[in-house]
């Protein structure tokens, strides 16, 4: 028989032909194979995994390991690499009791056949462990997003979700690519096809990829956020829910309002609870035989002592322009925690407060006035049918 390279060791146990000197090679070699299995195995794989431990403390990354270690599914664990030791030791075991009993020629077609498939092995490990790390690499991704958005008040919920699922994306598609290329798949081709249906997915959806890219520019631009009293365009209402797509308002009359991102980032977007607090105006008119400054005064201490309305910022009452009936007063004040409910309540109380002390301090508000006049060459102004014949 010819004995391949590497296995010239075979050679000895083709003289073995003694039943007690078999099953004395069989007892040693199980006896052998229990120790290496149930002992050796599982204090390499420690011993190993401690020298990594102090080689990190010495480098100062025993919090990168702690993470890893948390985050790291049970079975990327040390006990599956123990596992594979086992079974490594369970099938040289078995060639050699086959080898021990004579049993050659299956010995060696067995070798054969895991020489052959060995390579196919190793992808199938490297397969596997680019996708454990991958996985392992979006958990540390999402804690460490988690901890940014604590930390950050620039930096919200919904902007770190959308920062994971990109990143997720990323993350999976690159592993992939990695592993068709350790199993021999042309990714020339691949990516030139997924041009041409990108062209052709980008020509026959220009408007929902509009969206989608506005959708991002929103996330990040953060002109508003879920909760804002906002007027985009000529619709005004509460942010209600923003997602890729589209951007969902509730204006006060009960309704939902969904407006296209695309549409949204080419619009003038108002946002009145940016800053937590809000100015509103009142006109209100006093008539032309009254002072305008004891009325400005006045609208500005009653504002000050109206509890729905700021102190400071402090109230402000200028004079705007002279109207027809009467000369114009622009109140202006404050609100905090905008909100359309609030706005007309503090809209409402300031003009009741300075309705009541124009009263009390006898300032007219006037009612629109009119003054007609008759030219003298046309006979100026008289009573049709007053000087008609016939009347009394």
């Not at 930096?155 to 959308?162: C, R, Y």
């Not at 322009?321 to 905008?338: H, Q």
């Amino acid at each position: 028989m010819v004995v391949p390279t590497g296995f010239e060791w075979i050679q000895v146990l083709q003289g073995i032909d003694a039943i007690d000197a078999q099953i004395a090679l069989t007892a040693a070699v199980l006896v052998l194979a229990a120790v290496l299995a149930r002992l050796v195995a599982p204090a390499l794989v420690a011993w190993t995994r401690g020298a990594f431990d102090r080689l990190m403390e010495q480098e100062d990354l025993r919090g990168a390991v702690g993470t890893v270690r948390r985050y790291t599914p049970w079975w990327a664990s040390m006990r599956i690499v123990v596992w594979f030791l086992q079974v490594a030791v369970v099938v040289l075991t078995a060639m050699a009791l086959l080898a021990i009993w004579g049993q050659l020629d299956l010995a060696l077609a067995v070798l054969g056949v895991l020489s052959i498939s060995v390579p196919a092995l190793i992808q199938i490990g490297l397969t596997v462990f680019l996708f454990v790390a991958a996985l392992v690499a979006i958990d540390i991704v999402d804690t460490w997003l988690s901890g940014v958005t604590e930390r950050s008040e620039r930096f919200s919920q919904h902007q770190e979700e959308v920062a994971f699922r990109v990143l997720q994306i990323v993350t999976l598609v690159g592993a992939s690519l990695v592993v068709l290329s350790i199993w021999g798949v042309n990714l020339g081709g691949l990516l030139i096809g997924a041009g041409f249906l990108g062209i052709v997915a980008g020509m026959a959806a220009q408007q929902t990829l509009g969206s989608l890219i506005a959708g991002f520019v929103l996330m990040f631009s953060r002109p508003f956020e879920i909760g804002d009293w906002v007027a985009i365009g000529d619709y005004e209402g509460i942010v209600s829910e923003i997602t890729i797509v589209n951007t969902r308002l509730e204006n006060f009359d009960g309704e939902f309002v969904v407006l296209p991102n695309d549409k949204v980032g080419n619009a003038t977007i108002v946002n009145r609870s940016k800053k937590g607090r809000l100015r509103l105006r009142v006109e209100v008119g006093i008539d032309y035989a009254a002072d305008p400054e004891r009325a400005k005064a006045l609208a500005e201490e009653t504002l000050k002592e109206t509890d729905a309305i700021l102190s400071v910022p402090r109230p402000q009452a200028v004079a705007t322009r002279m109207g027809d009936s009467a000369v114009v007063l622009e109140l202006r004040f404050w609100i905090d925690k905008p909100s359309a409910r609030r706005r007309a309540m503090a809209t409402s109380t300031a003009i009741r407060a300075v309705k009541a002390a124009y009263d009390e301090a006898g300032i007219t508000i006037p009612f629109p006035q009119r003054e007609l006049s008759g030219r003298d060459e046309a006979g100026g102004f008289r009573v049709v049918g007053a000087d008609s014949p016939g009347t009394d």
